[in-house]
Structure formats: C-alpha cells, structure tokens
C-alpha cells in the first residue's frame, strides 16, 4: 500500500488548538499546572470537549459504566481499530501527558473522514490513568481490564481529597458502578490498538529522532528493605562497637547500580525513599528503611536483579552483625507488544522521512492493560528535556503530526 502522506501543518496546527484549548481555565483545577481528575468539573468539560468534537464528524459516543470516554464510527463491537490514551492529568501536571494521545486520536479520526479512507476507528480516553483523584493508576483500564475487585472499588479505594469511596464517588457524579463488569465491552470487536504519548524521558530528544515505536512496556518489582540495627551514642561508640544499619544502605545503593548494569537487558534500579530512625546528627540509627524500584522489559533480568540485591542485603546484614527484611510490595510483568502492530508502524514511520527510534517504555500505561485482550502497540513523541508530570512539560506539535502520519498509514495496512 503507497504512503498517504497528509498536510502536516494543517494537523500540527489541530493539535496546537486541541492542546491550548484543554489547558485553559475550564479544563485545570491550578492555576499554573494541569490538574483534573475523574469526577470534576475540569475532567467532565474535558471529556465534554472530546465528545462534542467526535460527534462533530460522526461518531457515536458514550462512556463505560463508571466514565472511561469511547467513541466509534461503527456499531458496537463490530470490527474496528482502537486508538486513545487518558486525558486526566497528574496533580502537578502539564499540558501533554495522555491528553496529547488522545488529541492524536482526535485528529486520526478527523483524517480518516476529510480524506475518506473509511477506517473502522474505535476511540478512547481512559479515566482516571494518573491516579490523582483515588491514588490508583490506570483505575478505569483495569476496571476494563478485571485487574482490580468490586470490594476494592468500594472499600480500599478511596478519593483522596474527600475520603469517600471511589464506589460512592462514582454514583454521586451519575455513573454506574455497579455495572463495572461491563466496562470490559468497550474493547470487544477489536482487530489493534495505538496508544499515541509523549515518551516522559529524553532518549528521543538526545538521540535525535522523531518517533518512537515501542516495542516492549518494563514490568517492575516494588519492595522494601528494612535494616535492623542498634541505637547507640554517636560520640560515645567507637566504631567496632556499633551495629550501624546505614552502612548496609550503602553498599545495597552500590550493588544495586552495580547489578543493574551488569544485568543489562534495559534493567534499571532505584533507592527512591529512605528512611532513617530515629534521623538524628548525634545519634546512631537504630533502623533504616529504603525502597526498591526494579524494572525492565525482560522479566528475568529485572526480576534475578531483584533476588540478587535482596541476597546481598541479607548477606552484607549478616556480615555486620545486622538483620534484614525484604518486603514485596506489588509486582506486575513487562508486556511485549504485538510484532505485527510494530512492524506496520515501524514501516509507516520509516515512511514519513522522519528518524525513528524502536524502544521499550519504562513508565506503565493503560495499553497494559488492553494488551490482555488486544493486539497492541504504542508511539511515543519526543518531549523537552524529558520532563514530565510537570507544568514544564512541553512538546512539538510537528512531532506528533509526524505520528499521526505514521499511525494513520500503519491502520490502513493492518485492518
Ligand atoms: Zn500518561
């Protein structure tokens, strides 16, 4: 099939107009960051937005049992080509992440009917992604997705500002909760999915390339080590008389990087909390508390570094005389994407002229949880600097109209 290659400027400009119109006082709870999150005024004129907009060239709109946007230009569950993103936004955020994807699906949509290529789209904005409302990623994707329990919906998972249950929060803003199991519909009928969003690291921009294709989302381990040590003066203990849980710390700090880097395969680790009891300049520490972050797109790397810092923290405890406990938080597996989705965006962005890189995406999206069900694949657009989460969060509208390009030509070659 021969490359459409569409009026870039024209759908630059689109993007621009979408993006400034969702970052203006309607849309944002802050004055100068992005804030909306499900259920408020700002989510529902931004839902609002995307809904007058998808009616405006055709398609049907409506949202699931507790408020995740879909529009089709097909009737429901006939076969057709899912794209979207989120567009709720971190507390602190910026204008670009998740609502950029589903502005690039907006515009794929509005292509598909200026140019008449008759595509069978499906579009969605899932609720909820950042968790900003109830402290819970992807919430609505794993609602669709049956990853999370209608007890945790109405007992653990909570509204942060109010307190309240998400179930009661739900039903106060006119949705259904109770009909969450058929939130699980909007992906019947389809054949693949695009999640378009900007990449929230600096790999494209330092490499100098365009597009991202991603081939792979990294799975992660979430753990705790806590050290046990002893309390004692800081004056008045010498040194081969203390049992100092901070040293320990430090060497796991060291072997962690070390490990990383051995393992290679893309694994990365963090120590992002630590805790210091009782975190006092004359005072040895009784106990430490640090955090791990282990991630990667191969589950055997990410998850063997895990066991080997959690080996060596046991064994540099014991050497000083100290004891430790690893404690497992959560843990959820990379998901590759499917070959063929990518191969297809991989040739249609080779297409547009622009460099293109092929990649895995440390940070978890909602296309993982449509990756149980649906053929899936995701693009990333460079941002500035890799910021993100952020009021300085930035991107190139010419950068996304290239994507668009790329993703537009990859569905007319796979439905
Ligand atoms: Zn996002």
Known sequence: MEHLRIDREKTAARIAQDIET???????????????????PEYAATIAYFTRELEAIGFT???DPVG???ARNVPKGAPAFGIGSHSDSNRNGGKWDGTLGVVMALEICRLNQELGLGLPLVLISFLEEEGSGFGQMLLGSRIVAGRTTEQAMKETIRELDSGRSFWETAQAAGYQPERWRESKEILDGLIGWIEPHIEQARVLQDTENRIGIVNAIAGYVHADIHVHGRDDHAGATPMNFRLDPTTVLAECILELERLAIEEGHATVGTVGEIEVHPSLINAIARSVRFSLDIRGPRDASYIGVFERISAFAHAAAAKRGMTVEVVERQRNPA?????RIVAALEAAAAATGAPVLTMHSGAAHDTMCVADTVPTAMVFVPCKDGLSHTPLEDAKPEDAALSVEAILNAIRALV
């Open 335 to 339: 998901t590759p994407m499917d070959a």
């Open 22 to 40: 969702l970052s203006g006082p309607a849309h944002t709870r802050d004055a100068v960051a992005i804030r909306r999150y499900a259920y408020t």
């Open 61 to 63: 709109v409506e949202q």
């Open 68 to 70: 995740t946007l879909v």
